[in-house]
T-cell receptor, first 115, second 115 residues
C-alpha cells in the first residue's frame, strides 16, 4: 500500500505528558498537511509543509504544538504538556506540487485521548 | 473568512432512494469546491470536485454543480446503495492569492443506507 500512513493510530495519555505522531506521505508528494478533527466537526487546518519548509501555521497551533519535516519526507507532530482539549483525531495529508490545490490524499488519522 | 455550511445529519435512506446533501459556502475570490467522503475505518478521500462556476463534478454516480449565484455545491445521487454509507464533507479552497492549498471543511453529514 503506498498511501499516506500515520502512526500510532490511537494514543491514550495522561494530561501533562508529551506525545508525538508520525506521518509518512505518498512518496514524491512535496506538500504535506496536518489537520485536526474533533467529534462532530470537519477537519481544521493546522499546518502546511512544502518539502522541508513549514510555510503556514494556523492560530490553532499553540506553542505546545510543533511540527517538523526535516528531510522533506516524513513529518512529526509533537504536542507537549497535553491537555484534555487536545483530544482529537490528527489527520495527515499529502499532495503533489502540481495539480489541483485542494485535492489531498489523507491518512487514516491518529486518535489522541487525553485523560 | 471562508466557511462551509452543510446540511445537518444524520441522513437515513433506503437503498435506491434519491440523495441530496446541501452545501453552501462563503468565500472571498473564486474558490474550488470539493466533496470528500470517509467510509467506516478509512481515511478521507476525494469524491468529486469543481473549479469554476457552472462546473459539474461527478464520480461513482454522485454529482454536484458549482452554483456561484446561490454559493452552493449540493451533492446528489439518483439511487443510493448500502455501500454509500459514509460521512460526506463539503470543502473549499481558494483559487487566488495566498493559502490556496488550504481546505476549509463543513462539519460532515453521516449517511446511512439501509437494504
Amino acid at each position: 500500500d503506498t498511501g499516506v500512513s500515520q502512526d500510532p493510530r490511537h494514543k491514550i495519555t495522561k494530561r501533562g505528558q508529551n506525545v508525538t505522531f508520525r506521518c509518512d506521505p505518498i512518496s514524491e508528494h512535496n506538500r504535506l498537511y496536518w489537520y485536526r478533527q474533533t467529534l462532530g466537526q470537519g477537519p481544521e487546518f493546522l499546518t502546511y509543509f512544502q518539502n522541508e519548509a513549514q510555510l503556514e501555521k494556523s492560530r490553532l497551533l499553540s506553542d505546545r504544538f510543533s511540527a517538523e519535516r526535516p528531510k522533506g519526507s516524513f513529518s512529526t507532530l509533537e504536542i507537549q504538556r497535553t491537555e484534555q482539549g487536545d483530544s482529537a483525531m490528527y489527520l495527515c495529508a499529502s499532495s503533489p506540487l502540481w495539480g489541483l490545490t485542494g485535492e489531498l490524499f489523507f491518512g487514516e488519522g491518529s486518535r489522541l485521548t487525553v485523560l | 473568512g471562508n466557511s462551509v455550511t452543510q446540511m445537518e445529519g444524520p441522513v437515513t435512506l433506503s437503498e435506491e432512494a434519491f440523495l441530496t446533501i446541501n452545501c453552501t459556502y462563503t468565500a472571498t475570490g473564486y474558490p474550488s469546491l470539493f466533496w470528500y467522503v470517509q467510509y467506516p475505518g478509512e481515511g478521507l478521500q476525494l469524491l468529486l470536485k469543481a473549479t469554476k462556476a457552472d462546473d459539474k463534478g461527478s464520480n461513482k454516480g454522485f454529482e454536484a454543480t458549482y452554483r456561484k449565484e446561490t454559493t452552493s455545491f449540493h451533492l446528489e445521487k439518483g439511487s443510493v446503495q448500502v455501500s454509500d454509507s459514509a460521512v460526506y464533507f463539503c470543502a473549499l479552497s481558494k483559487n487566488s492569492g495566498g493559502s490556496n492549498y488550504k481546505l476549509t471543511f463543513g462539519k460532515g453529514t453521516l449517511l446511512t443506507v439501509n437494504p
